[in-house]
């Protein structure tokens, strides 16, 4: 299948930019409500009010691409149909809580590979974003991780998870970060940590992800020239181009390093 990638950049960074400000006016103007799915994990009215625009946005423009969205379809898999991974929210905690760390997040993959990939933050006006061997751009600015940093002076972002049952290893790979890297630091939105490891603000990134959280993050960051691997192992039945599970991305020259890092028993 041969697809025209500059219009679908287009078409992905027209809908992030109307996403954005569906995000902006629900918190300055309009409002929103918030609930939990699964009992923990919340969700807000303007999630699904995004979620609606995106796929509705997506459905009308390419009829015969799939979604795969967390909100709406968070069950599919890929397969050579072109699939829109999207997440409409992303850092809905700290959204609800008017923080502005907060993105709307939307990859898209072609035979099972990434092919594109945009992040855009409304709250810091910062979009991100990549096409496969194109390079990753922040607002039309060329992208590069900062690699040569030593260990001990590596800023080093994670995140935790909704369910709190499990925490002992996440807790040991914490303190060994502490002890070993500059510091810690749980911004609250996986694609936008992963554009930060592009844009050199973090030389690493670990966290077990669900699919929508990476899809787009995940060529942003590799197409500046970030290594993707795992710290430990995939148990989800995700395909490895889209699943989150234990995932390291950081600049090369530390990968084994934190490797290294994160291995606890
Ligand atoms: C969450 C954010 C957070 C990460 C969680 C994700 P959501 O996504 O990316 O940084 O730590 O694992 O679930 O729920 O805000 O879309
Ligand atoms: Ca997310
Ligand atoms: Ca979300």
């Known amino acids: 299948m041969t697809l025209n990638t500059d219009k679908l950049l287009a078409f992905a960074k027209r809908i992030s930019s109307h996403a954005g400000t569906i995000m902006v006016e629900a918190r300055e103007k309009k409002g929103f409500s918030a609930d939990y799915k699964a009992d923990h994990e919340l969700v807000t009215s303007t999630d699904l009010a995004i979620d609606h625009y995106l796929c509705q946005e997506i459905i009308a423009a390419y009829p015969d691409h799939r979604i795969l969205s967390e909100e709406s379809s968070p069950n599919l898999s890929l397969d050579a149909v072109p699939t829109w991974v999207i997440d409409p929210i992303d850092g809905t905690v700290n959204f609800a809580h008017h923080h502005r760390h907060v993105a709307v997040s939307i990859g898209l993959y072609v035979d099972g590979q990434r092919l594109l990939g945009v992040v855009y933050a409304p709250f810091l006006d910062e979009c991100y974003w990549a096409i496969k061997g194109q ?7 060329r992208l590069w991780v900062a690699d040569g940093v030593s260990l001990r002076n590596a800023l080093v972002a994670t995140g935790f998870p909704y369910q709190k049952n499990a925490l002992e290893k996440l807790i040991k790979r914490v303190s060994n970060v502490l002890h070993q890297c500059q510091d810690v630091r749980r911004n609250g939105s996986a694609a936008l940590d992963l554009c930060w490891v592009a844009a050199g603000r973090l030389q690493a990134y670990y966290e077990s992800v669900k699919p929508w959280d990476m899809a787009a993050g995940a060529l942003i960051a590799v197409e500046a020239g970030a290594v993707l691997g795992r710290y430990d192992e995939v148990e989800s039945a995700w395909p490895l181009e889209i699943n989150g599970d234990s995932l390291l991305v950081c600049a090369p020259s ?10 606890v028993d």
Do not use: R, T
Request: glycine fraction near 12%; aromatic fraction near 12%; hydrophobic fraction near 45%.
């Open 135 to 141: 390079g990753a751009y922040l607002n039309g600015e």
């Open 254 to 263: 530390l990968y084994d390093a934190m490797q290294q890092v994160l291995a």
